[in-house]
């Protein structure tokens, strides 16, 4: 892969994304919610590029101390600048910017917050098949979920969802939380018949039970087992949202 990617383990259940372009040698980390392990990930403590998704502190607390100590610069929605850690680069939704020999480009995904939004890294054209796209979503999509209401709208989140889906389906769906035990047994109950999400819920019960990450998954992946996904229509969306609150 062009631009390879890592899940960096934070606090009890939050992933940072470490991206490098091994052309260019650029270094990017998407929400690091916390400083030391996202420091000791760094290749030779370097880091060129902090993307944030949202203002949420366990997506941002280790910012301050990754720029203090690398230099990068700050990637953020400028809409939302007034609650990110100060930014040096400020991107709209539909806009984007060169990621090593890549580009980003920004989608706006509010619904889990109002400024909420996603980074679609686009891998860098080479001689051969091209390589799968990364989706940085921090809290609107998850492995088997979708992130919970608390500023947005159920209307918001499933436009969130609608331009996610429309990504191609290898996308790797890099998101903010391993959540995918939980979710996966919600969404059990959801669609219970639904084989291709059995054998997903079984792959990461021993994904987990090795201590591995489940993420990332694929867009595909949670187009056949993501009832947030799968929803058709806005008050399915809302209902669905509504019990898995409640659910435990």
């Known amino acids: 892969m062009a631009i390879e990617v890592q899940a960096v383990p934070c606090r009890e259940d939050n992933y940072a994304w470490l991206l490098l372009d091994r052309a260019t040698g650029t270094v990017a980390l998407c929400d690091p919610g916390e400083a030391s392990p996202c420091l000791a990930a760094l290749p030779e403590g370097r880091c060129d590029l ?10 941002v607390e280790g910012v301050a101390a990754v720029v203090a100590a ?9 809409a939302d600048a007034r609650r990110l850690p100060p930014l040096d680069i400020a991107v709209g939704p539909g806009e984007g ?43 609107t999509l998850f492995s088997l979920g979708c992130g919970r209401l608390l500023e947005g709208t159920a ?12 990504l191609p389906p290898e996308t790797l769906v890099c998101c ?18 639904n084989a291709a999400l059995r054998a997903r819920f079984a792959q ?5 039970a090795r201590g591995e990450p489940t993420v990332p ?16 229509d ?7 949202r509504a019990a898995k609150d409640r659910f435990r």
């Open 50 to 59: 902090v993307l944030l998704t949202h203002h949420h502190g366990d997506h």
């Open 70 to 78: 690398t230099g990068a610069k700050v990637v953020g929605n400028p």
């Open 97 to 139: 910017f060169a990621l090593g020999a890549g580009r980003a480009v920004v989608i706006d995904t509010p619904g889990h917050t109002r400024g909420h939004v996603a980074f679609h890294v686009q891998q860098p054209r080479g001689p051969g098949a091209a390589e799968p796209g990364l989706l940085l979503c921090g809290d």
């Open 155 to 166: 209307e918001e989140m499933f436009l969130s969802l609608q331009r996610l889906r429309a």
């Open 176 to 193: 903010g939380h391993e959540y995918t035990i939980s979710n996966g047994r919600f969404a059990l109950t959801v669609e219970p018949d």
């Open 204 to 208: 990461a019960e021993a994904q987990r």
């Open 217 to 232: 998954t694929t867009l595909a992946e949670e187009l056949a087992t993501n009832p947030f996904l799968r929803a058709p």
């Open 234 to 240: 806005v008050a399915t969306l809302a209902e669905r």
